[in-house]
């Protein structure tokens, strides 16, 4: 017997669930967002932000946060004499954009149902997250040219290492210069991430009994007040070694974007994406991408510690 109201439409159909998917581009963009790993953490290392609209962002590098002169004592009715503010050197950065498209076919998405489609994001917007951390890691790396060598290797195949002193020795570099620089991140590899989280002298000042305890987690994320940042060896420049970078996230320096349109959604922090139906050959092609260049405007903000390992 016939019901009334009739039931309500479904898209229990495999090809069209996925088709109806991608025909939106505002789902996908949002699956992309939600799909990045989380271990990429290059946004967080120069967290300001600027806008260009012409391919290119200048800036200043800060030499000071001090006027050229310093203020003087003025008598009772005294004119108060002038001084300059100089500016710093300026700078000219020029916005790349990076992209890279995938085609899903008909074919594939009939046969493996959403799996192709998963798994074509999921490598996309890991790709273009994985150029970001890149190229943030290695300007900063190679920005920073105050540095001074770890009292012993931080790996224990020296004498016994001294952590915890030689990044707050570094801290301490950075806070003399008396520029308000105030170091908030910790920047390694994944082996001297390693060598932190399982350091004996670090790990017998911790509370034993934490939740958050390394031993329990596997997770350390803190330090000294440093938030520890790891980041895989091939993010870093060649010829540096093995070292680790104390900075100043808020004033290191920043990210400039371009918006282009034309279409794209916002797939997380830097990241767009575009869906393209390719009717002549039965697929989809799905692109991501990402126009940005890093800037360090401040490399008195950060302090290398190298020969740790």
Same mark, same amino acid.
């Given at each position: 017997m016939a019901t009334y109201p009739p039931a309500a439409a479904t898209l229990s159909d495999p090809?069209?669930?996925?088709?109806r998917f991608l025909q939106n581009p505002q789902f996908v963009a949002r699956a992309l967002q939600t799909m990045g790993d989380l271990r990429y953490r290059g946004t967080f290392l120069l967290t300001g932000r600027q806008e260009t609209t012409g391919g290119a962002v200048g800036y200043?590098?800060?030499?000071?946060?001090?006027?050229?002169?310093?203020?003087?004592?003025?008598?009772?009715g005294g004119e108060y004499s002038l001084t300059t503010i100089a500016d710093g050197p300026a700078g000219l950065a020029r916005v790349a954009k990076y992209g890279k498209d995938t085609l899903i076919t008909d074919e594939a998405i009939k046969r493996r149902q959403m799996d192709p489609v998963s798994k074509g994001l999921l490598k996309l917007v890991n790709s273009a997250q994985l150029v970001?951390?890149?190229?943030?890691?290695?300007v900063i790396a190679s920005a920073i040219t105050a540095t001074r060598a770890a009292a012993s290797k931080?790996?224990?195949?020296?004498?016994?290492?001294?952590?915890?002193? *030689?990044? &707050?020795?570094?801290? /301490?570099?950075?806070?003399?210069?008396n520029l308000g620089y105030e170091p908030n991140a910790l920047l390694v590899d994944d082996s001297t991430w390693a060598y932190l989280a399982s350091d004996t002298t670090i790990a017998a000042a911790m509370a034993r009994e934490a939740a958050t305890n390394p031993i329990y987690t596997g997770r350390?994320?803190?330090?000294a007040g440093l938030q520890v940042i790891p980041t895989p060896a091939a993010n870093l420049p060649l010829g540096v070694g093995t070292s680790a970078w104390v900075v100043d996230? *808020?004033? &290191?320096?920043?990210? /400039?974007?371009?918006?282009?349109a034309q279409g794209y959604q916002a797939a997380g922090e830097l990241v767009q994406s575009k869906v393209i139906r390719e009717?002549?050959?039965?697929?989809?092609?799905?692109?991501?991408?990402a126009n940005f260049v890093p800037v360090v405007t401040d490399p008195g903000a950060g302090f290398r510690i190298s020969g740790v390992a």
């Open positions: 090809n069209l669930t996925a088709s200043e590098q800060v030499e000071g946060i001090f006027a050229d002169a310093a203020p003087e004592i003025v008598a009772p970001i951390d890149q190229a943030v890691v290695s931080w790996d224990g195949t020296g004498t016994a290492p001294v952590i915890l002193r *030689d990044i &707050l020795r570094a801290v /301490a570099d950075v806070r003399s210069l350390f994320d803190i330090l996230t *808020d004033q &290191l320096g920043f990210i /400039a974007t371009e918006d282009l009717d002549l050959n039965d697929a989809w092609r799905v692109r991501v991408r």
